[in-house]
């Protein structure tokens, strides 16, 4: 149902990346990124995927196509700053006019980052999504994001989250000269992934759909987008935790992932986006199950915002609400997402290492967070304080 608000409100949508998918797509890599005029080519990996030989079919796909290689494998852990310099400063160097992003968030937030550095004059934070930041100017080189986890969404979002390190924040650099030229979507790059990482990665799909399908900015596009990703997590998120070769459960969840990420539009999230990210530049977590433990109780705060949407949620992920009221099935909907992190086991917030002295701190970095504003229930800093003590175990559940 469409708010009366949304429908005063000027809407755009830029989906400016093509995108091919399906089982073994990544061997035609070569070929579709020669047509995208590359002819060095930049892949942009961390260690462990480099290491377990899986850039090894695209570089050989790449160089069948006559177009050279050269990797840079820098990235451990989550993206900061100086990381981005390196890259920018390498691509230069060796004289790379297009980048193939391979792998999870990490690495394809860090080619489009190193894109824009590329082709700007000043450093990546200087292009901080935020109300000091300059806008980006020049479209980043030709850009193919062929992701190996099904979460993100990045390879067809318009958003880089980088890391920070002075102000121990994360930050987004976006809108629409940034985004992927080609996304790759290829269901078998994903069958290695253990098990804690399709739970973190899935649920974090899960995440971006449900806070774009209930966002302030939501609108008819970015709504359909969402409600089939929701559905496909509901129906395949399960199996995949399950069996990893579950080939049919693979494709279905990296369709998902690619669906949330489109629901991003050329918008942002809300309070579970503003918490994760913030509190990963604070605390050594995995942004996956950070969200992922986030997402319940985030959902339990806010089903009063748009009950009739939050049911909806609940109908896409299997539940029978025909014999339901609307808030009744609203609150269902927090149920079972409830249910299914506890049948994927993602670790608690305090099993993660987060710190329940810090609430304050916390809270106050969320609520600063933009993506605070696209919450669907008004949210201030005791909103905040009350879901990080539910996260930590100290409140009670109003629902459950």
Not at 145 to 153: R, S
Not at 366 to 371: E, H, I, M, R, V
Request: one cysteine or more; charged letters at 20%.
């Amino acid at each position: 149902m469409l708010r009366f608000e949304q429908m005063q409100e000027m809407k755009e949508f830029v989906l400016p990346t093509t995108i091919k998918s399906g089982i073994g797509a990544s061997k035609t890599a070569g070929e579709e990124i020669k047509a995208l005029g590359v002819t060095k080519a930049m892949i942009v990996t961390d260690k462990g995927i480099y290491n377990a030989g899986i850039t090894l079919p695209v570089e050989k796909s790449l160089k069948e196509a006559g177009v050279e290689v050269y990797v840079f494998n820098e990235i451990q852990g989550e993206p900061d700053t100086e990381l981005i310099a390196m890259g920018s400063r390498v691509f230069k160097e060796e004289g790379c006019n297009g980048l193939v992003a391979i792998g999870g968030g990490s690495s394809m937030d860090t080619a489009k980052a190193i894109g824009v550095e590329v082709v700007h004059p000043e450093p990546l934070l200087t292009y901080e999504a935020s109300d000091n930041g300059k806008p980006l100017e020049n479209r980043i080189p030709p850009l193919t994001t062929i992701p190996t986890t099904a979460g993100t969404g990045s390879e067809v979002t318009q958003w880089a989250v980088i890391k920070d390190p002075v102000r121990e924040i994360k930050f987004n650099v976006g809108g629409p000269l940034i985004p992927a030229h080609l996304a790759i979507i290829d269901p078998e790059l994903h069958l290695s992934m253990p098990p804690h990482i399709t739970a973190a990665t899935g649920v974090d799909a899960l995440s971006h759909a449900i806070e774009c399908y209930t966002m302030h900015q939501s609108q008819p596009v970015t709504d359909a987008y969402a409600l089939l990703a929701i559905e496909y997590v509901g129906k395949y998120m399960r199996r995949a935790y399950a069996n990893g070769k579950d080939i049919e459960a693979r494709y279905g969840m990296a369709q998902a992932a690619m669906l949330a990420g489109l629901s991003y539009g050329s918008d942002s999230a809300g309070a579970a986006h503003a918490m994760a990210q913030t509190l990963g530049g604070m605390v050594p977590v995995m942004h996956g199950q950070c969200v992922s433990a986030m997402l319940p109780p985030v959902m339990e705060y806010n089903w009063m915002g748009c009950p009739d949407k939050f049911a909806r949620i609940a109908q896409a992920l299997g539940v029978n609400t025909s014999e339901m009221s609307t808030d009744d099935a609203a609150r269902m909907a927090v149920i079972e997402v409830e249910n299914l992190i506890r049948d994927v086991e993602i670790p608690t917030l305090l099993e993660q290492g987060v710190n329940p002295d810090d609430i304050e701190r916390y809270a106050q970095a969320a609520y600063d967070d933009p993506q605070t504003f696209g919450n669907p229930r008004i949210i201030g800093l005791d909103g905040y304080r009350w879901i990080y003590r539910r996260c930590l175990g100290l409140e009670e559940s109003t629902i459950l």
